[in-house]
């Protein structure tokens, strides 16, 4: 914890510098001291009474006080129930000089509280807390005394404060009350301000959190208080911009003076005369930006560059120096298009960055632990890379969990990392050939939800009046950002309402469109509309967009794929055929479960555990049915493990689900992916596929692609190839297989399609053929081969859909490749004649000491799915989970940590499909 250190310029988390000239005029100068650091903490009785980090929170205390074992170990999660059931105490003890007390104001300013406390300030209740998503600052100057002072903050049980709100809300019930059994979550997380999913989901363990989530700190002033400022660029059109730049003041008394503003590396500055009223006020200028300086836009992974541009706000009165701030500003538009499509009913649903349709792809973010206070910065980093590396360009950040820390939105405008490009595949040399270092940025379009999800909501007075509190703020904070390009009201509620997820009676549901409305629309709504016209604004997700509104915001069908949004999840219909995907105009959900590796259960359980059907493999499982889903899907395809071995045919059938999700998820987003250019029967030009979901909150099967600890399943490595900028997709259309070229390139290239037809049983293509290039415009999907099945097999003397399988890959004018290959089964692997169970071996050769190896892969065999798993050794491959065709493949191992090339020889495994049965 530091002490008042006056003459400090103050970093707030934003990065907005906050303090004045202390030395030039002491008078105007706000003095900060930070309480953050070791507190003591109690429960109710005091029987349990330990040192608790700030930011932190009760779990991470005790846990690394010793007072409790992993919470995520086994079946913790049940045997630490009782925390949440408890009340909590935080205390420290700080010192208050007799300079900060001099200032006419002081305030005790909480950045995150988790969540129902009071406050208590040398024994005086100084105020209360119930909504984690907002900041809390309290007059506290008069309180303060010499010496030692005492701040307290008693948190009540979230568990037993939502069922009090609950009781309290007798008229009506406001479902879902309760989780199902299978998620053994908490009741009533709806009528409290925190994250919904930290009673339980169906992908995570309940762990009501408490505690100070985020900073603690005393803001001492006598003129006023910079609290916060934020930016928007608008324009006109592309080459006309201003900054509308909004100051959030608190002074003391009214406060006269003059406001420059300037963009110095874009000639453009504006002093404006301006009157700062008492009390906490918005105050919004703008800066028009000099035409004669071009500037530079903010464009999306692929589509261009971006710079940030410096933005210098400072206040005067008379000559004296009452404010300064500095921020960035990045110039974009956002448009959503909603408009007519010729030959489809509905409207159509896409976004536009600087007047240029773009395809968002990517995946759907949740909270990265249930501990907040364990995401660092590291954490953030490694998935947001994972997810580039992934060619994704967009995130939503889903509304049951948490509003990002600052760190995520500026990694998402614009992140810069190392790149090591090294060549892959086939090299003479038997090796991958090191190439370079370079740095690159890369950038993220986020869908931004309010933390509403799966649930009606009660609408109390008091309960609109926090949620007012948190949308502005939490739209102030997070509005500079160029990344977020829509915000959302809701995660599926409007469809909870619409289609009846809760057995309302259909004489109590205007009572719940009313609250619906009330709540979304004219609460919501209408307080981001006020506070940020740089972008759009949906009520939920899935909706209709401008076609539920037209039916009172609740379409009679938000899944309706002629209009907005859609999220589909189907576990029983056979993945691998396109025909049972809507084909809307934007997937922003849709996935299937998988279990993670072997190397990250293994921390967390025991040898009892390790069978598919422990009770400890049923109780990771919050999805009713889940591990059974999985295996009814994996056999539609391939045959399940039955080693005699027991642990490896649990390893085996962990690795069969991977499979199978990399699969299913495959197939779905190809389908998104060559939907963009067409209509067929009145549907198509779909515009996102945003696969749920990215990342995992524990060790747990779920819907992720990247497992909990950062290591990729095999979807994220499919999804490397499925959201590369040029994709061939493969399928069959009747009697045909066609293959389409999909490009997301800002330019038309020119492709063709060569396609090869080999036979499972002998690895060496069995005959090739090729088509004509055509021109494929930039952002667009254009059918380019097309040929009977039956004729493409007779021509390759032999084969039948048993016995062979296909791949391909494009090529442009001049015979170069453009994007991955890709393969297409006649068959379903199970049925194939003649796959043999290959004998691989695994050369591992050091690149990079330490840190880049190269893995060459000898196939004595035609090899599907095959799976390098580097078992502890933390780390990524250059590709993974791919079919062997030709007898020989290198791969480059990224180690996440120096590795010496044995330990990485020693703890590599290799499976491949027919090694499971
Ligand atoms: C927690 O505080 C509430 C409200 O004061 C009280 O009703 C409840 O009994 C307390 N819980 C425990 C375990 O003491
Ligand atoms: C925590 O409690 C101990 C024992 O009562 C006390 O010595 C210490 O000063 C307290 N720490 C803080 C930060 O108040
Ligand atoms: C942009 O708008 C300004 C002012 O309205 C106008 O002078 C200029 O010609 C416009 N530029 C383009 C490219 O349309
Ligand atoms: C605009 O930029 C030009 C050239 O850099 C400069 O001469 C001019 O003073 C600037 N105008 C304003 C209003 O800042
Ligand atoms: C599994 O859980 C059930 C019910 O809790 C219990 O009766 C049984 O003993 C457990 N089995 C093992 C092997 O732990
Ligand atoms: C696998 O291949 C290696 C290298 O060619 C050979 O030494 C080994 O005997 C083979 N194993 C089997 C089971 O065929
Ligand atoms: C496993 O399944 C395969 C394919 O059905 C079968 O050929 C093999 O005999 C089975 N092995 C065992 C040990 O049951």
Redesign the pocket.
């Known amino acids: 914890m530091s002490k008042n250190q006056p003459r400090t310029l103050i970093l707030l988390e934003n990065g907005v510098l906050l303090c004045l000239f202390f030395a030039v005029l002491p008078a105007f100068c706000s003095v900060t001291v930070n309480l953050n650091g070791k507190w003591n903490l109690s429960n109710s009785d005091g029987s349990v009474f330990l040192g608790a980090g700030v930011p932190g929170c009760v779990h991470s205390a005790l846990h690394q006080a010793g007072f409790i074992k992993d919470p995520y170990y086994r079946f913790n999660d049940v045997s630490y129930r009782w925390i949440a059931f408890d009340n909590w105490t935080y205390t420290t003890t700080f010192s208050a000089s007799a300079q900060l007390r001099a200032n006419q104001r002081v305030l005790l300013v909480f950045d995150g509280v988790d969540t129902v406390a009071s406050i208590w300030l040398n024994g005086i209740v100084v105020g209360k807390t119930d909504n984690m998503f907002r900041i809390y600052d309290f007059a506290v100057r008069d309180l303060l005394k010499d010496g030692d002072n005492v701040l307290k903050v008693s948190l009540l049980s979230p568990v037993l404060y939502a069922s009090e709100r609950r009781n309290a809300h007798s008229a009506y019930r406001v479902p879902p009350e309760c989780p199902p059994d299978v998620q053994k979550g908490e009741c009533h997380v709806n009528f409290i301000r925190k994250e919904q999913s930290s009673f339980s989901w169906d992908w995570g363990p309940s762990f009501p959190t408490m505690g100070l989530w985020k900073g603690v700190r005393l803001e001492a002033f006598d003129v006023l208080r910079l609290v916060r400022v934020s930016s928007v660029p608008l324009h006109n059109n592309l080459s006309q911009w201003r900054v509308q730049v909004e100051l959030l003041v608190d002074a003391v008394q009214t406060t006269s003076g003059r406001i420059a503003l300037s963009l110095p590396e874009l000639d453009s500055e504006q002093v404006l005369q301006t009157q700062f009223l008492p009390g906490k006020t918005r105050n919004v200028f703008t800066l028009n930006v000099n035409a004669s300086s071009p500037v530079k836009l903010w464009w999306p992974n692929g589509h261009g560059g971006r710079r940030s541009y410096r933005l210098q706000v400072r206040g005067f009165q008379g000559r004296a120096l009452i404010l300064e701030a500095e921020s960035k500003v990045y110039f974009r538009s956002v448009e959503l298009v909603q408009e007519p499509v010729p030959g489809s009913p509905g409207l159509s649903f896409y976004f536009r960055i600087n007047g240029k349709p773009i395809f968002l792809k990517g995946s759907n973010w949740i909270p990265a632990h249930g501990f907040q206070d364990r995401v660092d910065p590291a954490v953030l980093r490694n998935l947001l890379r994972s997810a580039k590396e992934a060619n994704m360009n967009a995130l939503r950040v889903w509304g049951g969990g948490v509003y990002e820390q600052d760190l995520f939105y500026s990694l998402c405008d614009e992140m810069g990392i190392m790149v090591t490009s090294l060549r892959e595949g086939n090299v003479a040399s038997c090796t991958a050939a090191y190439e370079t270092q370079s740095v690159e940025t890369c950038v993220f379009q986020v869908w931004q939800d309010f933390m509403f999800a799966c649930a009606m909501y009660p609408t109390e007075e008091d309960f609109i009046q926090s949620v007012r509190e948190e949308v502005v703020q939490q739209v102030q904070r997070l509005k500079s950002h160029p990344s977020i390009i829509t915000w959302s009201g809701n995660n599926e509620n409007e469809a909870a309402l619409s289609t009846n997820w809760f057995n309302i009676p259909a004489s109590q549901r205007p009572r719940y469109l009313k609250d619906y409305v009330t709540l979304y629309v004219d609460t919501i709504r209408a307080l981001v509309q006020e506070e940020d016209q740089s972008r759009p604004f949906l009520v939920s997700s899935p909706t209709n967009g401008a076609g539920s509104e037209q039916q009172g915001w609740v379409a009679a069908d938000p899944y309706d794929p002629h209009y907005g949004d859609t999220h589909f999840y189907s576990y029983a219909l056979d993945c691998w055929d396109w025909r049972t995907f809507p084909r809307t105009r934007f997937a922003s959900e849709y996935g299937f479960q998988s279990w993670p590796s072997f190397s990250a259960l293994k921390p967390v359980s025991t040898k009892d555990d390790w069978s598919y059907d422990s009770n400890f493999s049923s109780h990771r499982q919050h999805h009713e049915d889940g591990n059974q889903q999985m295996l009814r899907q994996a056999a539609l395809h391939f ?1 399940l493990p ?1 080693s ?1 071995d027991p642990v490896k045919a649990f390893t085996d059938t962990l690795y069969i689900t991977q499979v199978t999700q990399a699969q299913c998820v495959k197939a779905q987003t190809e389908f998104y992916r060559r939907s963009r250019s067409e209509i067929v029967e009145g549907k198509g030009r779909t515009m996102g596929a945003l696969y749920w979901q990215l990342n995992d909150v524990w060790p747990a099967p779920s819907w992720s692609s990247i497992e909990f600890g950062g290591k990729w399943k095999m979807l994220h490595y499919f999804a490397q190839n499925f959201f590369a900028a040029v994709l061939p997709v493969g399928f069959e259309d009747g009697d045909a297989l066609l293959v389409y070229a999909v490009s997301d390139l800002r330019h038309e290239v020119t492709l063709g399609a060569v396609v090869s037809v080999y036979s499972w049983s002998r690895p060496e293509p069995a005959c090739t053929l090729r088509s004509d290039p055509v021109p494929v415009p930039g952002g667009s999907a254009v059918s380019v081969f097309k040929r009977p099945v039956a004729a493409l097999l007779a021509a390759c003397g032999g084969c039948t859909r048993l016995t062979c399988l296909l791949t391909f890959h494009l090529e442009d004018g001049g015979g170069g490749q453009r994007g991955p290959a890709n393969h297409h089964f006649l068959c379903k692997p199970k049925d194939a004649r003649g796959l043999l169970r290959p004998n691989i071996t695994v050369t591992v050769r050091e690149l990079d000491v330490g840190y880049v190896f190269s893995v060459a892969l000898r196939s004595d065999a035609v090899a599907a799915f095959v799976w390098l798993d580097a078992g502890g050794v933390p780390g990524r491959f250059g590709s993974n989970g791919f079919l062997m065709v030709s007898g020989y493949r290198a791969v480059v191992f990224y180690a996440g940590r120096h590795t010496a090339a044995a330990e990485l020889s020693g703890s590599l495994v290799v499976t491949s499909l027919r090694d499971v ?1």
């Open positions: 045959h039955n005699t049965y």
